[in-house]
């Protein structure tokens, strides 16, 4: 089973910062199936990210995926206000299909 | 447009079953694969099981193997989850989720609350 660790676990920044969130797997994803979603309160989850890098429908550019193997990142580059949320990392290589823990993007 | 939606949830007691379903509609059921995720009170996601398109070959979370079954009926554009011998652990908002990895597209929940 592949454990995926998130950080940090809360991210305090104001609209206009630029956000980086982290997500490592303790092995390697296969063919980088690591996506990306954001959730807000009572909300269910949305997908902004699929295979590492990219941008699901809809979704602004300012939200950007990276990374390969073990080390992936979601980089948001000029926050806004409805960016305040809980992200999360989910792996999709192979079952069980994990999810990090998350990281809450909270106004400063 | 493509909508998911979970019904059957409620308060089951310890040891007890409870049977989720989630209706699908606006797009071809039958070539999709379909997953449940739970979110425990103020925690994070948890995948629960997935079902491919065809209906075999069912995956589970460690956590639920042996105590829930996940089905579909391609025919009526449904989910099933049956839960069984239910515990504290298993209070949560189930989702129901289309996707062959990745969840593209979420339902918005059902609650279920296991409690004496």
């Known amino acids: 089973e592949i454990v995926l660790t998130q950080s940090p676990g809360t991210l305090s920044l104001s609209p206009g910062d630029r956000a980086t969130l982290s997500c490592r797997a303790s092995?390697?994803?296969?063919?980088?199936?690591l996506a990306w979603y954001q959730q807000k309160p009572g909300q269910a989850p949305r997908v902004l990210i699929y295979?590492?890098?990219t941008r699901a429908t809809g979704i602004p550019d300012r939200f950007s995926g990276s990374g390969s193997g073990t080390d992936f990142t979601l980089t948001i580059s000029r926050l806004e206000p409805e960016d305040f949320a809980v992200y999360y990392c989910?792996?999709?290589?192979?079952?069980?299909?994990?999810f990090g823990q998350g990281t809450k993007l909270e106004i400063k | 447009q493509v909508q998911l939606v979970e019904s059957g949830g409620g308060v089951v007691q310890p040891g007890g079953s409870l049977r989720l379903s989630c209706a699908a509609s606006?797009?071809?059921?039958?070539?999709?694969?379909m997953h449940w995720v739970r979110q425990a009170p103020g925690k994070g996601l948890e995948w629960v099981t997935m079902i491919p398109f065809y209906g075999g070959d069912q995956h589970y979370a460690d956590a639920v193997k042996g105590r829930f079954t996940v089905s579909r009926d391609n025919s009526k554009n449904m989910v099933f989850l049956q839960m069984d011998s239910v515990g504290l652990d298993d209070t949560a908002v189930y989702y129901c989720?289309?996707?062959?990895?990745?969840?593209?597209?979420w339902g918005r929940g059902a609650q279920v609350t296991v409690s004496s």
């Open positions: 092995q390697n994803v296969i063919s980088n199936f």
């Open positions: 606006g797009f071809d059921f039958s070539t999709f694969a």
């Open positions: 989910q792996q999709y290589g192979g079952s069980p299909y994990s």
């Open positions: 295979g590492a890098y």
């Open positions: 989720a289309r996707g062959w990895g990745y969840f593209g597209h």
